[in-house]
Nanobody, 119 residues
Framework: VQLQASGGGLVQPGGSLRLSCAAS????????MGWYRQASGKQRELVAS??????TYYVDAVKGRFTISRENAKTVYLQMNNLKPEDKAVYSC???????????????WGQGTQVTVSS
């Protein structure tokens, strides 16, 4: 299983970025996909997630600014609007999935993508 993430970069405060994450490989079902971030010197935190049923979660700091969505069962996006300097972090995609019928749920991670918000 591989998660291919993309979309980070440098943006000015108030700007927007969209992160993408596509899962591939031996995947039977995906329970949920989400985005975590880790800022320098801080612990990793869950930013947003979406379940197979469409339920979403957002950390309070991004509510109203970020939107997570799924294009299909294996691709998830994070639209980030009105970015703030405190959003600067390495963002990583995560998927909680089963690789085959009857297998246990496992977590998979994509490579991190840097988001920098600076004027």
């Amino acid at each position: 299983v591989q998660l291919q993430a993309s979309g980070g970069g440098l943006v000015q405060p108030g700007g927007s970025l969209r992160l993408s994450c596509a899962a591939s490989g031996n995947i039977f079902s995906i329970l949920a996909m989400g985005w975590y971030r880790q800022a320098s010197g801080k612990q990793r935190e869950l930013v947003a997630s979406v379940s197979s049923g469409g339920s979403t979660y957002y950390v309070d700091a991004v509510k109203g600014r970020f939107t997570i969505s799924r294009e299909n069962a294996k691709t998830v996006y994070l639209q980030m609007n009105n970015l703030k300097p405190e959003d600067k972090a390495v963002y990583s995609c995560n998927a909680n999935l089963r690789s085959s019928v009857g297998s246990a749920l496992s977590n998979y991670w994509g490579q991190g993508t840097q988001v920098t918000v600076s004027s």
